[in-house]
């Protein structure tokens, strides 16, 4: 059983920034790849940015040069560095990780979902 629990969400105004973290705890052998994805009134859920075990990192185009993930893999916790925020970033924004067990299977596993309100 795994848990991953997001924080860091919150009411920012136009250009202002906030730092979202996932901590994953319960039964883990490796951690692989961990993503940030959010999703918007009346939208689907988007990917935002995705980290790889080896730290290689995609972002969605609208994010590019605003956003930075990252990980600490002692803490089994990835972030996300959210700059220069504009209105559209509005959305909640869910924490996704796949996560091997012991016997080598992978699981995939998403958070709750933090807030994220950019206005002013």
């Known amino acids: 059983q795994v848990q991953l629990v997001e924080s860091g969400g919150g009411l920012v105004q136009p250009g202002g920034s906030l730092r979202l973290s996932c901590a994953a705890s319960?039964?883990?052998?490796?951690?692989?790849?961990m993503g940030w994805y959010r999703q918007a009134p009346g939208k689907q859920r988007e990917l935002v940015a995705t980290?790889?075990?080896?730290?290689?990192?995609k972002y969605a185009d609208s994010v590019k040069g605003r956003f930075t993930i990252s990980r600490d893999n002692a803490e089994n916790t990835v972030y996300l560095q959210l700059n220069s925020l504009k209105p559209e970033d509005t959305a909640v924004y869910y924490c996704?990780?796949?996560?091997?067990?012991?016997?080598?299977?992978?699981?995939?596993?998403w958070g709750q979902g933090t807030q994220v309100t950019v206005s002013s």
């Open positions: 996704q990780a796949i996560i091997g067990d012991h016997r080598g299977y992978n699981f995939r596993y």
């Open positions: 319960g039964s883990i052998f490796i951690i692989n790849t």
């Open positions: 980290i790889t075990s080896g730290a290689g990192t």
